[in-house]
DNA sequence: AGTTGTGAAGACTTTCACAGCT
DNA sequence: AGCTGTGAAAGTCTTCACAACT
């Protein structure tokens, strides 16, 4: 895939293919790299490299062409490919809200099951997809084909659950707890932890 | 502050202290750097690296002393040093969820306001801190002396929030919109969008 | 005049390798 | 023997500076 970028430049031509779409939706046709300093903070030179490693050109005078910059990117990253089919384990308030979450609809990602231990929740709970409980893990994995997991258990659960799905081959797993999970590779792990959050925020 | 040493290594350090804690309380008095590479998957290099950048020691010859290092890591990011005041800026289900959560306990960080829009929100739900409408945003933060926000708001809502905590000369935003946000220094976001994050492990 | 794209320089970070300590 | 701490090398990323294009 695209391993042909540094990781901090992949991090970049990820938030640009957010902003990119803004700038599509309110007609905006063309942005300079000096424009897109002044939103991101980025400088110019980085962003102008950055843009530099995709396969692909889509400039001129007036700077890139926004939709097909948005779409060399993409590609590039392969980011809206093929559906990309996730699930949520864990649907207790945090889970349900983001199961709740509309903001998933015009994207590549699509929830397609629900995991919880508590039985009643699973039969309670009311979602746009399939609830199970977290036994059927492994199955349901495999059997939906599912990629992607969102993880928002107790914490204490988190690295038994997360052993399970590096096991299950799962490519990627949003960790929204703060346990510091390990998982064996080529499983990915990107933590979502508030307290990590803000102890970052209060180190400068 | 602790601007005395990079970000990466910045970054590695709190999540060490949080390791350090964990062995701490499972009676582990000393810890080599070959360990915590065991751990983290970071190199010992590396590791010893980002400690030897701390202004004191703690070694000895069976690696280091667990619960010195994770105090002069705190102090030195200065982690633990005093409270650090909080508020929770949209109570929906995302917000009331972090409401809940009982990490914050143990820590620094307390959460003593929230704010949402709906009145009706805020005099029915309960919460172990006071809630205000989002119209006494600024009131509040000043009295009561908030440092952080954790925002919790629609994506659209996000960016006319943030402007208004940069004013408050709020520190730190904890993002969980998928807004891109702009901030006036020196307030400073940290993003936790499940969107971007699963986009980053996607990207691979 | 304003833009991109990119060699070359510079800054930063990690890794290597080993002296020195207990 | 096993550990840390750190110069020096290697590697990575950003910035400078400018040619080339419209």
């Given at each position: 895939?695209?391993?042909?970028?540094?990781?901090?430049?992949?991090?970049?031509?990820?938030?640009?293919?957010?902003?990119?779409?803004?700038?599509?939706?309110?007609?905006?046709?063309?942005?300079?790299?000096q424009?897109?300093?002044?939103?991101?903070?980025?400088?110019?030179d980085?962003?102008?490299?950055?843009?530099?490693v995709l396969?692909?050109?889509?400039?001129?005078?007036?700077g890139?062409?926004v939709?097909r910059?948005?779409?060399?990117?993409?590609?590039?990253?392969?980011l809206?490919?093929?559906?990309?089919?996730?699930?949520?384990?864990?649907?207790?308030?945090?889970?349900?809200?983001?199961?709740?979450?509309?903001?998933?609809?015009?994207?590549?990602?699509?929830?397609?099951?629900?995991?919880?231990?508590?039985?009643?929740?699973?039969d309670t709970?009311?979602?746009d997809?399939?609830?199970?409980t977290?036994?059927?893990?492994?199955?349901?994995i495999k059997?939906?084909?599912?990629?992607?997991?969102?993880?928002?258990?107790?914490?204490d659960?988190?690295?038994g659950?997360?052993n399970?799905?590096?096991?299950?081959?799962?490519k990627?797993?949003?960790?929204?707890?703060?346990?510091?999970?390990?998982v064996?590779?080529?499983?990915?792990?990107?933590?979502?932890?508030?307290?990590q959050?803000?102890?970052?925020?209060?180190?400068?």
């Amino acid at each position: 895939m695209a391993s042909a970028c540094s990781k901090p430049t992949r991090e970049r031509l990820i938030r640009l293919v957010r902003m990119l779409d803004t700038y599509e939706k309110n007609g905006k046709e063309t942005v300079s790299s000096q424009e897109l300093q002044n939103r991101t903070g980025w400088t110019s030179d980085t962003i102008r490299r950055d843009i530099s490693v995709l396969p692909e050109s889509c400039s001129s005078p007036q700077g890139y062409n926004v939709s097909r910059l948005k779409i060399i990117i993409s590609n590039f990253l392969n980011l809206s490919a093929d559906e990309k089919r996730c699930c949520i384990i864990g649907m207790g308030r945090l889970g349900a809200a983001l199961a709740d979450y509309n903001g998933f609809a015009g994207s590549a990602f699509k929830i397609v099951a629900g995991f919880d231990s508590s039985v009643n929740r699973v039969d309670t709970l009311v979602t746009d997809f399939p609830l199970y409980t977290v036994s059927k893990l492994e199955t349901i994995i495999k059997q939906e084909r599912i990629e992607y997991a969102i993880l928002a258990v107790p914490e204490d659960a988190a690295q038994g659950v997360a052993n399970r799905l590096a096991q299950c081959g799962i490519k990627g797993i949003v960790n929204y707890t703060a346990a510091l999970l390990r998982v064996a590779e080529p499983t990915r792990v990107y933590d979502l932890s508030v307290m990590q959050a803000l102890l970052q925020l209060s180190s400068y």
